[in-house]
């Protein structure tokens, strides 16, 4: 890990941490050449594995594709970057339970929709909408009644 202040290779762990509901590993690290002192983290990566687009393509799985479409989902929306953080690790866990090398981008979006759907309502409709391609008013309507009717059942 290269210091960020003098670009030296020879940087050195001090004592690390488990973080992200031990997901994630934070490590506080010194420069060896100008002691200057910072923190990393390390984070679980998904490799190999496979989506298979509606069309039949398929391509690498794109963590920070996933990112884009649901932080453009909670544009506007009040939340935590910690909770965000949980989420993406929730859904990742959820994608390597499914097992194997490959998931279909259906697969994949019912993930993103179920968890969606617990962190933020707007999200969840607005991720939904686009993803399950609404193709009117009444789709919509027929979706929001469904939430309502089961925040009324709790």
């Known amino acids: ?9 020879n940087t050195k762990v001090i004592d690390s941490r488990l973080s ?27 490799l190999d594995l ?13 963590r ?6 649901i932080v453009k989902s909670l544009e506007k ?9 949980k989420l993406i690790r929730e859904i990742e866990r959820d994608i390597q339970k499914k097992g194997g090398n490959e ?10 929709i ?13 991720y939904a909408s686009v993803y399950r391609s609404f193709k009117d008013a009444k789709t919509f309507q027929k979706e929001l009644n469904r939430l309502i009717k089961q925040k009324n059942k709790k």
């Open 1 to 9: 890990m290269k210091c960020p202040v003098c670009s030296s290779n």
């Open 20 to 46: 992200g509901e031990g997901f994630s590993i934070r490590r506080r690290r010194v420069c060896q050449k100008c002691e200057f002192r910072f923190s990393t983290i390390e984070e679980m990566e998904i």
């Open 50 to 62: 496979i989506v298979i687009k509606r069309d039949g393509r398929r391509e690498n799985y794109k």
């Open 64 to 69: 920070d594709k996933m990112v884009r479409g």
């Open 77 to 85: 929306r009040a939340y935590l970057e910690e909770d965000f953080q």
């Open 103 to 112: 998931i279909t981008s259906k697969q994949l979006g019912e993930i993103v």
């Open 114 to 126: 179920k968890r969606l759907k617990s962190f933020d309502q707007v999200a969840y409709i607005r």
